[in-house]
């Protein structure tokens, strides 16, 4: 079994930063991506940002310029820096992996269990 455990979210002024890290945890022999999906009130859930084990990186066009996605594989972690955030940020993130257990590359998808942001003044 595998657990995500995101940190990181609360409340920003508009056009704050704000860093969250999601750090995976368990039976884990690879990861291939990790990204951060949102879901905000009313809304289906987004891609944020993703990013593959080779550091190719892919964004949501209402973030792009404004967030950056990195991730140390070492640690099994990925981090969203999120500058300039907007009240339509706005959302519970979501941590996502593609993890290899046992080295068969049969990848699972696992959630962490989401992370609030609010943007408001």
């Known amino acids: 079994q595998v657990q995500l455990v995101e940190s990181g979210g609360g409340l920003v002024q508009p056009g704050g930063s704000l860093r969250l890290s999601c750090a995976a945890s368990g039976s884990i022999f690879s990861i291939k991506a990790m990204g951060w999906y949102r879901q905000a009130p009313g809304k289906q859930r987004e891609l944020v940002a993703s990013i593959t084990s080779d550091g190719s990186t892919n964004y949501a066009d209402s973030v792009k310029g404004r967030f950056t996605i990195s991730r140390d594989n070492a640690k099994n972690t990925v981090y969203l820096q999120m500058n300039s955030v907007e009240p339509e940020d706005t959302a519970v993130h979501h941590c996502?992996?593609?993890?290899?257990?046992?080295?068969?590359?049969?990848?699972?998808?696992?959630w962490g269990q989401g992370t609030q942001v609010t943007v408001s003044s």
């Open positions: 996502h992996a593609d993890v290899d257990s046992r080295g068969y590359k049969w990848y699972v998808d696992y």
